[in-house]
């Protein structure tokens, strides 16, 4: 009769216990692409590149925090990028009215905040697709940004009162220092309270999930007004660091680049599943790509590639995993 350790030998236990780490494989390519963009360009290791590659990253990661929650119920916001664009304008907006700073920056995030239940309450009221009411709304948001602006850049608000501003954007770190801060507070909210497993558990199984008593609508609208309120914040931060707000910036570009992070880092498309961290680390990957291509001369079209196949790699290797997993804890159950 075989024993458990002859049928399960110490390798196969190792190698099981680094397959349930979600982030593992995400992390290996990761480091491996900074180790060869270290090794072809000479520019790469430096605190001004760093830098750089912080700000592409940032916006991104935010972004992803909240789409990671809607993937993982099952639904999708398109019209993040366009919330992205508007909520500096709305701040600009309550500024010039008379708003303090303060005041005219939680304003922005109400609103924005706003523009996501109305996306939740479309998709579970009325039942339209979240593609399409989304899609919907960024097309509004779109026309919206260019109204108010007049389809012209406008100044940040950068000397009323610096220690604010310094913290949400001016700083020269501010805005990656959130990011983190962000990411690790939406992966404790999903891993370790209610509402992350109710959330899991709305995409994973939800007529299950209704049946015991969760109530799904209400998850998902609450995950559409985090995701437009992070989006919006994470517009205001990178607004105030460049210290102008464009109404060509974000749109379909940051929320396809958030999405993307999110799918990369592990998140399952159809629900259920996926990492806040894991989305960070896909958006590291495709900055440091982004940024090695820009040093090492290499055309920025070639970042589109890469791109789509990283996320066909991603797609598929998360399949594969998935089934390595189940693997494994089938053998530790007959262990």
């Not at 590149?49 to 099952?74: D, E, F, K």
């Not at 304003?107 to 998709?123: D, K, Q, S, T, Y």
């Not at 909210?189 to 509402?195: D, G, M, N, Q």
Request: hydrophobic share 55%.
């Amino acid at each position: 009769m075989q024993t458990s350790s002859a049928r399960n030998p110490p390798a196969w236990a190792a190698l099981s216990g680094l397959i349930q780490i979600k982030e593992l494989s995400i992390l290996l390519v990761t480091v491996a692409a900074g180790i060869y963009f270290t090794a072809t360009s000479t520019g790469f290791n430096s605190a001004d590149n760093y830098r750089t590659i912080a700000q592409y990253v940032a916006p991104w990661a935010i972004v992803a925090s909240g789409q990671v929650m809607l993937l993982i119920c099952g639904e999708i916001d398109l019209s993040a990028g366009f919330v992205f664009t508007l909520a500096p304008f709305v701040l600009t907006s309550f500024f010039k009215n008379g708003a303090p700073f303060a005041v005219a920056l939680l304003g922005a995030l109400l609103v924005a905040a706003l523009i996501g239940a109305v996306n939740g309450w479309i998709r579970t009221r009325l039942n339209l697709p979240s593609f399409i009411t989304t899609l919907g709304m960024a097309f509004l948001l779109q026309g919206s940004s260019l109204i108010i602006s007049n389809g012209s850049p406008v100044p940040a608000p950068t000397v009323v009162d610096s220690g604010l501003v310094g913290i949400f954007g001016g700083g020269r770190w501010s805005e990656f220092l959130w990011a983190l801060i962000i990411v690790a507070t939406m992966q404790l909210v999903l891993s370790a309270t209610r509402f992350g497993i109710h959330t899991q558990a709305t995409g994973g199984n939800p007529v299950g999930a209704a049946e015991s008593g969760i109530l799904t609508n209400r998850v998902k609208v609450v995950n559409f007004a985090l995701t437009s309120a992070l989006s919006g914040f994470a517009g205001l931060l990178q607004g105030i660091r460049v210290g102008s707000f464009d109404p060509t910036n974000g749109g379909f570009n940051t929320m396809f680049f958030a999405v993307a992070s999110a799918v990369i880092g592990g998140t399952a498309l159809l629900g259920g599943s996926g990492t806040v961290v894991g989305a960070l680390l896909g958006a590291m990957l495709l900055g440091i790509v982004y940024d090695g291509f820009n040093l090492t001369g290499v055309n920025a079209n070639a970042f589109n590639v890469v791109l789509g196949i990283a996320i066909l790699v991603a797609m598929l290797l998360n399949v594969y995993l998935t089934a390595l997993r189940k693997r494994a804890s089938s053998l530790r159950r007959t262990a």
